[in-house]
Nanobody, 124 residues
Framework: QVQLVEAGGGSVQAGGSLRLSCAIF????????MGWFRQAPGKEREGIAA????????YYRDFVQGRFTVSQDNAKNTLELQMTSLKPEDTGMYYC?????????????????WGQGTQVTVSS
């Protein structure tokens, strides 16, 4: 049974950093995308970063490019998201997700497995 467990959320001031980690159970990365999504109150869930392909290529939304870094570690069986220069608009519930087929990396319907989420709050 696949289980994804996020950790590392919290409250920080604008300009600060956080590192999110997603522990992966029952799933081995094989090239299908693993991604990070976030959902702010009253908004739809949006993809912000993902690792795809056997080369573990990182994909980013333009509003996090240069500030966030996504990585996947098979030895630790984790997916991580290093977030720097955080802004109040980065506030939301952050979810990791794992796909079992191909599709757009930023589309929720591409992913089959989801974690329960971890809250990130950035104050100005």
């Amino acid at each position: 049974q696949v289980q994804l467990v996020e950790a590392g959320g919290g409250s920080v001031q604008a300009g600060g950093s956080l590192r999110l980690s997603c522990a992966i159970f029952g799933y081995t990365y094989s090239g299908y995308c693993m991604g990070w999504f976030r959902q702010a109150p009253g908004k739809e869930r949006e993809g912000i970063a993902a690792v795809c392909l056997k080369e573990r290529i990182g994909y980013y939304r333009d509003f996090v490019q240069g500030r966030f870094t996504v990585s996947q570690d098979n030895a630790k069986n984790t997916l991580e998201l290093q977030m720097t220069s955080l802004k109040p608009e980065d506030t939301g519930m952050y979810y990791c997700a794992a796909a079992v087929g191909t599709g757009g990396w930023g589309l929720p319907q591409t992913y089959k497995y989801w974690g329960q989420g971890t809250q990130v709050t950035v104050s100005s």
